[in-house]
Each structure stands twice: as C-alpha cells, then as structure tokens.
T-cell receptor, first 108, second 120 residues
Framework: GIQVEQSPPDLILQEGANSTLRCNFS?????LQWFHQNPWGQLINLFY???GTKQNGRLSATTVATERYSLLYISSSQTTDSGVYFC??????????FGKGITLSVRP | GAGVSQSPRYKVAKRGQDVALRCDPISGHVSLFWYQQALGQGPEFLTYFQNEAQLDKSGLPSDRFFAERPEGSVSTLKIQRTQQEDSAVYLCASSSLATLTAWFLGNEQFFGPGTRLTVL
C-alpha cells in the first residue's frame, strides 16, 4: 500500500518562530489532508490539498503531486499551535493512510 | 448536527466483555469510515461504508470486530470479547462524496472526537 513519511518527528519552537513540516508519499494520490490533533485527541482539518497551494491565516500548505510531497508552513507560531500534525493521503480507494505525525511544541 | 459525533467518549471494559461504539456522521454524508489510533501512532483504517453498504473491511483486525450502518446514517462498531490489545482511540469520519465521484474529485474526510477504549 501507499507509504507516508513525515519529518521531522519532533519540533520545538519559540513562540513567534516559523516552521516547515514535510510529508512524502510513495504513490499518486487523489486526496491529501493535513490535520492538527489537539491535546483532547480531536483531529482538526487544516487543509484538503491534493495539489497546489492554499493559505489560511498563519498557515499555508503546498502539495507538489508530481514529486509526491507536501509542505505545511506555520508562521509566527503560538503556544496554541502545539500538538501533533498529521498528513494523510488517499490513493483512490477512499481510505486515508496517515503518517506517524509530527509533534510540535511551541514555548512561550 | 454540525459535525461528526461519537459516543461514548470514554469506555472502560473488562477483558472478555463486548462493547458497542456509536458514530453519527455529518447529516447527508454518504461515506463513513472507522479508524483505530493506538497511543503515539497515526490513525489506521478499519472499515468503510458507502450509504449502508460496507465496501471495505480490510482493516478490521479480527473477526471479533464488526461494523454496521443499517440505514445509511448512524454506524456502530462492535467489538466482541475485548482484549487488552483492543485498547485504543476509535475514530469515525464521514465525507460527502460517493466512491466513484470521489475518485475524480477527491474525498475530504471530517473526523469525530473519538471514543477512548480501555480494556482492563
């Protein structure tokens, strides 16, 4: 099946810093989503981005489908950005395959 | 409702007990998915419904796991004779597109808050 790798596995930032989270996948995809899992376990949809670039406030994402990677950018990080970020892809059989996640800690 | 809801939020079961976990998808969503998330891992696919039809159950770990969606809306995941290794968070997701359409247009999934199952 399709493989998803996220990097780095852990990231520690000072409040106000910028960061880039990466997701590599092994095959062509119809769906790519970025999620933020909050401390209560809820998966919050950040972006649905099988290709192209999107922005939402301090967050933006780019997926280069031909090169099989996606990037999530966080600018001016805040302590509330802390948590686990997941990339998940669907290789045309509808089910999402998740990466192992990136644990982000933003320190005040 | 506005989002996917799941109940109960927490469940403690003694080894060998049967449990039933409920998912209420976003109203009108055709597709419904169940995932299992072990501690420190990403969610893993269990099973998928399109309306009332269970189209993929390849991720169910054993025949003790059973899911249904009899009227194409609410779904129940049942685990029989629970074991300690079943302890995990069970997540439900729904999406608005049926499979063939999704193949062309993609298929954004929206997740519920999960049920945390602890088997003692």
């Amino acid at each position: 099946g399709i493989q998803v790798e996220q990097s780095p596995p852990d990231l520690i930032l000072q409040e106000g810093a910028n960061s880039t989270l990466r997701c590599n996948f092994s095959d062509s995809v119809n769906n790519l989503q970025w999620f933020h899992q909050n401390p209560w376990g809820q998966l919050i949809n950040l972006f649905y981005i099988p290709s192209g670039t999107k922005q939402n406030g301090r967050l933006s994402a780019t997926t280069v489908a031909t090169e099989r990677y996606s990037l999530l950018y966080i600018s001016s990080s805040q302590t509330t950005d802390s948590g686990v970020y997941f990339c998940a892809v669907d290789g045309a059989n509808s089910k999402l395959t998740f990466g192992k996640g990136i644990t982000l800690s933003v320190r005040p | 409702g506005a989002g996917v809801s799941q109940s109960p939020r927490y469940k403690v079961a003694k080894r060998g007990q049967d449990v039933a976990l409920r998912c209420d998808p976003i109203s009108g969503h055709v597709s419904l998915f169940w995932y299992q998330q072990a501690l420190g891992q990403g969610p893993e696919f269990l099973t998928y419904f399109q309306n009332e039809a269970q189209l993929d159950k390849s991720g169910l770990p054993s025949d003790r796991f059973f899911a249904e969606r009899p009227e194409g809306s609410v779904s129940t995941l049942k685990i029989q004779r629970t074991q300690q290794e079943d302890s995990a968070v069970y997540l439900c997701a729904s999406s608005s597109l049926a499979t063939l359409t999704a193949w062309f247009l993609g298929n954004e999934q929206f997740f519920g808050p999960g049920t945390r199952l602890t088997v003692l």
